[in-house]
């Protein structure tokens, strides 16, 4: 597929069918990696790749760079279809060439790899994945060693658009139970901000170049998503499911009377939307480092 036809939403859907993507994911990622500062014929290090989305569309923009993704999930993770099922089919694809997959964690990885092994790296979506901050300025400085240029995407924990409040506040409430759960597996482990992300990457030597921030199109189901895994009910007693699973794994009172109260400003929020279908993600950064 001609790298430009990417660029016509007609197009965009015909590929993301091709390749097993959702149109909408397509759009944004596009969208991300149009603030990337990447050229074709980079050596590009994805770190976090998870299901690979954004791989394979890193392998469609930039058809003369090889593509390495890694991400330290077990390749039975996921569903309905997991890591490993996902990077098969990936590879079984006319872009599978130019795209290498590894179960690693990213500073292991790291401490294999040549300096100037690699042009860029991305972190696409995956800051919240890791286990703690200190995981994450480790990476940092990982790849400050071995990489020239940077680029981080992730939620802004801001929303410019009506309806994007109650995503903001769905992934604040998820955030606050995982972070009480020292073993948790769950997509918002340690949620960070575009500021935080910024400081820790400072701290460790990268000098920013660029940052945006945009409002993602209202088709993206990220939003939808999170405020549906928080709002399912146990159909046995019409419990919360999130409430029983933090009370499950949180011993303290008081947070739960604090998740309790945060589970409920995410409803009036989603109300305010008009309800979940309705409900827009929050806008995403995008941070460029050397």
Not at 43 to 57: A, F, H, R
Not at 60 to 74: E, F, K, Q, R
Not at 257 to 278: H, I, R
């Amino acid at each position: 597929m001609d790298t430009l036809q990417l660029h016509d939403s007609t197009n965009r859907a015909v590929v993301a069918e091709r390749y097993g993507l959702l149109p909408s994911q397509t759009t944004h990622r596009i969208a991300i990696l149009g603030h990337s500062g990447i050229h074709t014929g980079d050596k590009i290090l994805e770190i976090g790749c998870g299901q690979g989305d954004c791989t394979t569309v890193l392998a469609l923009l930039y058809p003369n760079s090889h593509i390495t993704a890694i991400d330290p999930a077990p390749l039975d993770y996921g569903a309905p279809e997991t890591l490993g099922q996902a990077h098969e089919r990936i590879k079984s694809y006319d872009v599978g060439n130019n795209i290498s997959f590894y179960q690693a964690s990213p500073v292991e990885y790291l401490q294999k790899v040549e300096r100037g092994e690699y042009d860029v790296a991305v972190l696409c979506h995956c800051i919240w994945y890791f286990g703690s901050e200190v995981e994450v300025k480790r990476t940092l400085e990982a790849l400050r060693r071995k990489v020239n240029r940077l680029c981080i995407a992730e939620w802004s924990l801001n929303s410019s658009t009506a309806g994007a409040q109650a995503h903001v506040l769905a992934a604040l409430t998820r955030a606050t139970c995982e972070t009480h759960i020292p073993d948790s597996d769950q997509n918002i482990r340690t949620l960070i901000s575009p500021a935080a992300i910024k400081r820790l990457a400072t701290k460790v030597g990268w000098d920013l170049q660029s940052e945006k921030v945009f409002c993602p199109g209202k088709e993206l189901e990220d939003a939808r998503w999170e405020i549906d895994m928080l709002l399912q009910v146990d159909t046995t007693n019409g419990e919360s499911q999130f409430l029983q699973r933090a009370r499950r794994n949180v011993k303290e009172e008081r947070i739960i009377t604090v998740l309790e109260s945060m589970l409920e400003s995410v409803k009036a929020a989603t109300s305010m939307a008009n309800g979940k279908d309705c409900a827009r993600c929050m806008d995403v950064w995008v941070g460029t480092f050397a």
